[in-house]
């Protein structure tokens, strides 16, 4: 038996943790923004370094190539961060919506209860007798089915002592 407490608890639990899930998305999106931001950075050093390359220095090379290769490593790490920040999104949002159906289940099976509870005593009276009416014509429709089938069987006599009865009486009238 579920109370309403109970139902109410799994209410404010569903909805704490869709909040929770709600403040993770927007800290995902929060470092994305970081990330973008540290991109832009990174791009933007390496279009120095570039420029500088192109005047002439080959001492400062060496830099350029270390730089371009964080930028494609900070790029990586993006693209893998954002993918598993969508997967996690993905994650939250269907347990989301299995505890969400999870519950609705759960207060349409509890509804009808809930409802008998709210009844005044006449209708649960007449519930009650409803009950035993649908139990009494079980009870009358078997024995129909029966006293049908007997009647079968003895109209199945019948008609055979009538038979026998009329070929006796034909055997009389040759005789």
Excluded: F
């Amino acid at each position: 038996v579920v109370t309403r407490d109970d139902v109410e608890e799994s209410l404010k639990e569903v909805w704490q943790y869709v909040k929770d899930e709600e403040q993770l998305l927007k800290d995902l999106h929060s470092q994305i923004e970081e990330v973008d931001r540290r991109l832009l950075v990174k791009q933007a050093e390496r279009d120095y370094w570039l420029e500088y390359k192109n005047v002439g220095s080959k001492v400062d090379a060496e830099k350029i190539m270390n730089l371009e290769k964080d930028i494609k490593q900070v790029k990586d790490n993006h693209h893998r961060t954002a993918e598993y920040y969508r997967n996690t999104l993905k994650a939250a949002k269907e347990e989301k919506d299995r505890l969400i159906e999870r519950h609705m289940k759960l207060c349409k099976e509890e509804a009808p209860e809930k409802a008998v509870r709210y009844l005044d005593k006449n209708s649960c009276r007449e519930i009650r007798e409803n009950e035993w009416l649908k139990e009494e014509v079980k009870v009358y429709q078997k024995q129909v089915s029966d006293l049908k089938a007997s009647i079968q069987l003895l109209e199945e006599e019948n008609i055979s002592l009538v038979t026998k009865l009329i070929d006796s009486r034909l055997q009389n009238l040759r005789v």
